[in-house]
């Protein structure tokens, strides 16, 4: 898949010159993969929570919210299994010095593979035109097949290793492969160890009694320790499910990709729990339902596709991960996971505590199964970004850097413009403002031309512009731009509320 390193520096410097994300403790240098949301971040952040949350707690009667810390008793982690097995198998290459995960390693070369395949099929697709069969294309050349059946070798090798922790193997598929560093250019490996992502930190005094704690690297134990509390105090009946927004820490070996791969970032996760038997059909539920809330935001459906999974994880009994095109190629945004009661079988264990429902038809208790929706917000965050950030020349030859941002989204709603700072236009536009602003994120600018301020503000992404002229002193209408067609309306005043209100409505 094409990846654009250009654009997405380009996403990068524009999101840090115009208030949407710095680097963390940027005048020391920052901190690796740790970033800060600024004025306008915050303002996008937020709206993506709220629009999630709006779609999972406000709009579905049997889904209710939870906020829980981000320390835990240290065996919620060995119970999630965590503690044991929540590690990446990582790779150095002793001429660059740098650290891999040998899995991505492995699957960037299936990814090549994949690729060629691709090429070629494309190009039997414009030989053969309307009458072109892709699947019996795919089964019958030879050259494909040949890769294909690279592609499930190699595949079947590498999770049989992983499964059976067979670090060595993993290290000899890599040399077999012939899998290069891509900053030296050598295969000069390291052995393969595991690396456990957690953080962890002392609670209570650092001599006596101290307990290692660790940050939580999801959100989701905090829901699965509070079933009983959340089933009980708002009375759920099953299927329900239980959403929550909140930071998830993990100590990625590799991460270098802006807000794609962070230390620190936040997750929006629900668990929906269900009738042992009913996961698999509220699996394809959820699927389906989460791919409708990404269109929702208005991109368009080809930047998205499932990835189901060849290899699940010891819990889950279905997987697949929405994946978004980044300009850094397809990656994942968004994770569905059909969970088993594999999370609260274990707390039932290592608790000594009953977790279960209680059946009040058939009179009898059962542990839930759980079906899981897991996005991240910060993914979420660069998907939109990106999305939005567009370069484009104008009729007038002249060029302009603007973030389509879904209205509903945008940090500024309307910004309000007096066409030049006299003749009474800035006290009008204060006037017009000081009502709208307890509806609106409105943005106030009386500085340079009308034209460098609209430039500002398309590149900002605030959807609507209101500009207040002379005309505006005698009839008590203005002129609201919109960002992406740069047409420009007169409206009376009064009705402006109203307008932005219809303008600004959740794409359906
Ligand atoms: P990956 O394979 O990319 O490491 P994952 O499969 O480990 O991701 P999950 O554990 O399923 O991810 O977490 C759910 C979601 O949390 C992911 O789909 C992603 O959007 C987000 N996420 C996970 N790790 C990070 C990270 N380091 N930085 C930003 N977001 C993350």
Redesign the pocket.
């Known amino acids: 898949m094409a990846t654009n390193e250009d654009l997405f520096k380009k996403i990068i410097s524009h999101s840090k010159e115009y208030g949407y994300v710095f680097p963390s403790s940027e005048i020391y240098d920052g901190l690796s993969?740790v970033y800060d949301y600024g004025p306008f971040g915050v303002e996008l952040k937020n709206n993506i929570k709220e629009f999630w949350w709006k779609s999972m707690v406000q709009y579905h009667e049997n889904i209710v919210g939870l906020d829980s810390a981000i320390f835990m008793h240290p065996t919620v982690w060995k119970a999630s299994g965590h503690v044991d097995a929540f590690s990446?198998p990582m790779i150095d290459n002793k001429d660059s010095k740098k650290r891999y995960r040998a899995d991505v390693l492995v699957e960037d070369n299936v990814q090549k593979i994949e690729d060629k395949i691709q090429k070629e099929v494309e190009k039997a697709r414009q030989r053969f035109g309307e009458t072109f069969d892709e699947q019996m294309y795919r089964t019958t050349n030879p050259r494909v097949m040949e890769n294909q059946a690279k592609i499930d070798t190699i595949k079947k090798r590498f999770y049989a290793s992983l499964e059976k922790n067979d670090l060595a193997d993993v290290k000899a598929l890599i040399e077999e492969l012939g899998i290069v560093c891509p900053v030296s250019g050598t295969k000069n490996w390291t052995d393969v160890r595991q690396f456990n992502l957690m953080f962890s930190t002392q609670m209570g005094s650092v001599n006596e009694d101290a307990n290692e704690i660790f940050l939580r690297?999801?959100t989701a134990q905090g829901i699965f320790v509070n079933f009983l509390n959340v089933q009980k105090s708002a009375r759920m009946k099953i299927p329900f499910g239980i959403a929550q927004i909140g930071k998830?820490f993990?100590n990625?070996i590799v991460?270098r990709q802006f807000?794609?791969?962070?230390?620190e970032?936040?997750?929006m996760?629900m668990q929906f729990f269900v009738k042992p038997g009913e996961e698999l059909e509220w699996f394809s539920y959820w699927k389906q339902e989460r791919m409708k809330w990404h269109l929702s935001l208005g991109i368009p459906a080809e930047k998205y596709r499932f990835h189901d999974h060849d290899k699940l994880a010891h819990y889950a009994n279905a997987a697949t991960?929405?994946e978004f095109e980044f300009p850094i190629g397809f990656?994942?945004?968004?994770?569905i996971?059909s969970r088993t009661d594999f999370d609260l079988s274990a707390h039932q264990k290592f608790s000594g505590r009953k977790i279960q429902y209680f059946d009040q038809e058939k009179n009898e208790g059962f542990v839930p199964y759980v079906v899981e929706t897991?996005?991240?917000?910060?993914?979420?965050f660069l998907a939109v970004l990106s999305n939005a950030y567009r370069e484009e020349k104008l009729e007038d030859g002249s060029e302009r850097v603007v973030l389509s941002l879904p209205a509903i989204l945008a940090p500024i709603k309307v910004a309000i413009l007096p066409l030049i700072k006299k003749d009474g236009l800035p006290e009008k536009a204060r006037e017009i403002m000081d009502v709208l602003k307890y509806r609106y994120r409105c943005f106030y600018e009386e500085k340079d031309t009308i034209g460098r301020r609209y430039r500002r503000m398309d590149a900002l992404g605030t959807p609507y512009g209101i500009t207040i002229d002379h005309q505006t002193l005698q009839d008590n209408t203005v002129t609201i731009r919109d960002r992406d067609t740069m047409l420009q309306e007169r409206i009376p005043v009064d009705g402006i509320s109203e307008i932005l209100g219809k303008k600004i409505a959740p794409i359906s």
């Open positions: 993969a990446d690297p999801e998830a993990r990625e991460a807000l794609f791969r962070m230390r970032f936040e997750q996760e991960d929405i990656k994942e945004i968004e994770g996971h897991s996005i991240g917000l910060d993914r979420t």
